[in-house]
């Protein structure tokens, strides 16, 4: 009842978000009471999050996994202006005491910060504790960026293609496969040669029926590629 109480009063201030508002908000995030700054991480990601950034950056920190949680969510709605909490989101999605939640949480908030958050996006890639959900996470929200995260191509390619995988990595599923040549089709262009020749690798095998699903997946990649010159 208590939470639920605090939940509803911080939603009520969360709603108009004037400043001073948002600030008596920024100091529940650091109440002793859980339920009181999980309340207000929740709040914040309804409204006035860019006015408290840093508090939310710090808050990336806290001893409850729904308080970090809901930071990141918050985090993601002040899209750009969260910028200096890339790299707490970095860590945050890639720690292996977190979540899956959590680390799903600050995939898509680096998602929405835009391309501040490309490089640390690289790394979890190919990281290898990051949980299979928080990862296809990461690849979706690069493929929604689309040539934006070009400088992602390689690390793409690299996961395709299997080279070196992360010591502890389960083998990728089909599909896995999938959405990762989903989201080379979306960011590659027709001069990504890189690229091109991974997908080759499926539409040129001959041991490959025609009607194989990953076949199909590649020539569908490579014709949605070639048509970006």
């Known amino acids: ?9 911080c939603s009520g201030i969360a709603a108009a978000a004037p400043a001073a508002d948002v600030a008596d908000l920024v100091k529940k995030l650091k109440d002793k009471d859980v339920d009181t700054r999980r309340a207000a991480a929740q709040a914040l990601a309804e409204g006035g999050a860019k006015d408290a950034v840093a508090a939310l950056k710090d808050a990336l920190k806290d001893n409850d996994a729904f308080v970090r949680r809901y ?16 790299p707490c989101l970095a860590v945050m999605r890639m720690s292996d005491k ?3 939640e959590g680390q799903v949480a600050a995939a898509i908030a680096l998602g ?3 391309s501040a958050g490309v490089p640390t996006r ?15 996470k ?3 929200v690069l493929a929604e960026m689309g040539p934006e995260a070009k400088d992602t191509l390689p690390t793409l390619v690299d996961e395709f293609l299997g080279k070196q995988p992360p010591m502890g990595r389960t083998p990728l599923t089909d ?13 590659a262009a027709a001069d990504d040669k890189i690229v091109i020749a991974a997908l080759e690798t499926l539409t040129k095998n001959d041991k490959l029926d ?11 990649a490579l014709k949605k590629i070639m048509e970006r010159k």
Not at 72 to 83: I, R
């Open 1 to 9: 009842m208590h939470r639920l109480l605090v939940l509803v009063l």
């Open 71 to 86: 930071s990141a969510q918050a985090l993601g709605t002040a899209g750009p202006d969260a910028k200096p909490a890339v």
């Open 98 to 100: 977190e979540r899956k």
């Open 112 to 114: 929405k910060i835009g």
């Open 122 to 136: 690289k790394l979890a890639i190919r990281h290898p504790i990051l949980d299979p959900a928080a990862r296809k």
């Open 138 to 140: 990461v690849i979706d």
């Open 175 to 187: 599909d896995d496969k999938v959405d990762l040549m989903f989201a080379l089709s979306k960011i």
């Open 210 to 220: 025609d009607n194989n699903r990953l076949k199909m997946a590649a020539n569908e």
